[in-house]
DNA sequence: AAAAGTTATTGACATAGATCAATTAATTTT
DNA sequence: AAAATTAATTGATCTATGTCAATAACTTTT
């Protein structure tokens, strides 16, 4: 029997593969010729919220947020890894704009795709279509995780939540160099910049992580993650 | 030029009219063929967060809520009125769960609909599909605004949402009996249930609803509105 | 390499709203 | 309709984090 999945904090969505492979080779020309590969620098805006969606993006290589804000604050929903889309909620005609913004984290690599192709495609092929539910469906879980987690968890339990995520699942390794400020991480784990610090130099001091400046290494996961299930 | 909306904690999607409108004939008797309608008391479980899907439900008259829980807290993801479907998530195969319970706020009726029916009929239509695309991503467009509201909002702006989504979108009057009890009200809102209890104490001292236990007015929806946009 | 600007760290303090406890009101059961 | 149960209200208290202010440590620009 499965164990049931606890709620984390985590923002990447548990999607894997690419609905692009659910397509011919002529549809997949036909998204080539409709494309084109944009490089970003770090901290560059890829979408504005409210702004006309034309084109669905593809993170080629590089790492992004997507957020929403109403001026004052701003909500970090999930995280865009290699093969992640942007924009897919506007496939719809019913919803042209974004409903969010998108901003990398790194230099990143992206591909456009003419969102009216996309919308073609759905049309004419159905299995691709079943594929794109598939992404909906899984980004929708990925955001109830995160809103439970963000609205219940205590701040230690949402901070460990994310070293486990960055660790896990974005950078694959228990050791790596932060691209990520302060600022950063108080706002994946839902927190101001002050507690951020107060609670990694806490964890640090109580041997769970070793931390110094920019560099990261998870020493105790499991600990980390019972602080995540506790908190 | 379109107003850019705000966020609001409100707990029903955007989403008019029924994908049920796409299909043929054909396609409709096949649906009727493949779904029972069954009744529930005020207070039943729908379905079970976890538990197999095994059919998309539609609420043909009642209201319920959808919700998120791990045994000690409870978050309500979105409400679910007349014409409106639980379990889409899971017409995708690749999530065979339910990713969340729903309980009946009021005695119901549903329409539990076969799914494997529902995933046969977007393989072959695909204006079916694209209206479960659109469905899904209206879904995901009012979590997102709840999220933000829950996460920064303060509490009076919050009831103040919820007082306001309730009669524009639930009853449709600024005068109705709350089937909902205090506890439900601060489930809804995200607080505790004696905070609601002082909170529309204050409200109604300040005129700007009249409430009288079950019975509520809406008096000065301006005012509540920026209270909204404030908090 | 000095100056200017930005980000990280630490400490002190404030507070929104939760929790706990007690009372009253409403509803359900006997 | 009395008793028992559940829900609503009120008051008192507590606490996890945010906010503000002051350095300290980096980074970038000159």
Redesign the pocket.
């Given at each position: 029997m499965k164990k049931r999945n606890e709620f984390s904090g985590c923002t990447i969505s548990s999607y894997e593969g690419s609905c692009l492979d659910k397509l011919s080779e002529d549809e997949k020309q036909l998204i080539e010729n409709h494309s084109v590969k944009i490089k970003y620098k770090k901290g560059e805006v890829i979408c504005k919220q409210g702004g006309f969606v034309s084109q669905v993006m593809l993170m080629n290589k590089g790492l992004a947020k997507v957020y929403i804000d109403n001026g004052t604050n701003s909500l970090l929903l999930r995280m865009i890894p290699n093969g992640s889309l942007i924009g897919l909620s506007s496939v719809s005609e019913a919803y042209p704009t974004f409903p969010y913004s998108a901003m990398t984290y790194v230099d990143s690599e992206i591909i456009q795709i003419d969102v009216k192709i996309f919308r073609k495609l759905i049309a004419q092929n159905t299995e691709f279509a079943k594929e794109i539910i598939n992404i909906l469906s899984s980004n929708s879980i990925q955001i109830y995780g995160r809103f439970f987690c963000l609205t219940y968890k205590?701040?230690?339990g949402r901070l460990a939540d994310i070293i486990l995520c960055l660790s896990d699942k974005i950078f694959m390794k228990e050791n790596f160099n932060l691209p990520l400020?302060?600022?950063d991480i108080a706002e994946l784990s839902?927190?101001?910049?002050?507690?951020v610090?107060?609670m990694?130099?806490k964890f640090n001091e109580e041997g769970l992580i070793k931390m110094n400046?920019k560099h990261l290494e998870v020493l105790d996961a499991d600990s980390l993650q019972r602080i995540s299930d506790t908190g």
């Amino acid at each position: 029997m499965k164990k049931r999945n606890e709620f984390s904090g985590c923002t990447i969505s548990s999607y894997e593969g690419s609905c692009l492979d659910k397509l011919s080779e002529d549809e997949k020309q036909l998204i080539e010729n409709h494309s084109v590969k944009i490089k970003y620098k770090k901290g560059e805006v890829i979408c504005k919220q409210g702004g006309f969606v034309s084109q669905v993006m593809l993170m080629n290589k590089g790492l992004a947020k997507v957020y929403i804000d109403n001026g004052t604050n701003s909500l970090l929903l999930r995280m865009i890894p290699n093969g992640s889309l942007i924009g897919l909620s506007s496939v719809s005609e019913a919803y042209p704009t974004f409903p969010y913004s998108a901003m990398t984290y790194v230099d990143s690599e992206i591909i456009q795709i003419d969102v009216k192709i996309f919308r073609k495609l759905i049309a004419q092929n159905t299995e691709f279509a079943k594929e794109i539910i598939n992404i909906l469906s899984s980004n929708s879980i990925q955001i109830y995780g995160r809103f439970f987690c963000l609205t219940y968890k205590q701040a230690y339990g949402r901070l460990a939540d994310i070293i486990l995520c960055l660790s896990d699942k974005i950078f694959m390794k228990e050791n790596f160099n932060l691209p990520l400020s302060r600022k950063d991480i108080a706002e994946l784990s839902g927190m101001s910049s002050e507690t951020v610090v107060r609670m990694l130099k806490k964890f640090n001091e109580e041997g769970l992580i070793k931390m110094n400046g920019k560099h990261l290494e998870v020493l105790d996961a499991d600990s980390l993650q019972r602080i995540s299930d506790t908190g």
